[in-house]
């Protein structure tokens, strides 16, 4: 049955300013009390703050994330060149390098052609999704379930095996979600996706 509140936050406000100035106007007619028709004021007027409180937080992080990526390009490119100069100073050796924290770690995945490979299986009610990162960051992990062409963001995982906690939507029916992942590195994706892989969960 389709719900008569509305899911996107923008319609929600809508809906909610709409149905309070109605209960407002028209409460009486229904048997509402004053005492009741006050409670849905106040019940609208929260949930409404608490959408517009998110949204504001929504854009404080992508400009603190904007900021961020600012500094750093800015920042490391003057700490890369004051590091080659190090380097290529005739007083530097491996061991300085190594105590600097200025050498070079993990090799890192090739960024066009990169392909990660995840495994699933159940356990403990969940669904285990194991993967190895071979020089990438994490893998963000696509999602859907039961025929879904569209598979959708889940999460971005950085240990493997990663846990999938799934809620059946109908309780003893067995679901058959696809999975497929994509390689990160510094929060972008890289790479080409996995093949999708496919299991039917019934808790």
Not at 30 to 37: E, M, N, P, R, T
Not at 44 to 55: G, T, V
Not at 151 to 180: D, M
Request: charged content about 25%; hydrophobic content about 40%; aromatic content about 6%.
């Amino acid at each position: 049955m389709v719900d008569f509140i509305p899911n996107a936050d923008a319609d929600k406000l809508v809906w909610l300013e709409n149905l309070k100035s109605k209960v407002i106007s028209n409460g009486g007619t229904f048997g509402l009390s004053d005492s009741k028709i006050d409670e849905v004021v106040k019940q609208c007027d929260q949930i409404s703050a608490a959408i517009l409180a998110a949204e504001s937080k929504k854009t404080e992080q992508k400009a603190a994330v904007a900021h961020k990526k600012s500094v750093l390009k800015t920042n490391n490119a003057f700490l890369r060149s004051v590091i080659n100069q190090i380097k290529t100073s005739d007083s530097y050796n491996l061991g300085m390098g190594m105590n600097l924290g200025i050498v070079g770690g993990r090799k890192q995945a090739d960024k066009t052609s990169y392909t990660p490979r995840i495994n699933l299986y159940i356990s403990g009610g969940e669904v285990k999704i194991k993967f190895f990162k071979k020089g990438v960051d994490g893998i963000n992990i696509y999602a859907s379930k039961n025929g879904s062409s569209e598979l959708k963001l889940l999460s971005r995982a950085t240990r493997s095996p990663f846990c999938h906690q799934i809620k059946l939507e109908t309780e003893g029916q067995p679901e058959v979600w696809n999975y497929k992942a994509i390689g990160v590195i510094a929060d972008h994706e890289i790479g080409l996706e996995s093949a999708i892989a496919e299991i039917v969960f019934l808790d």
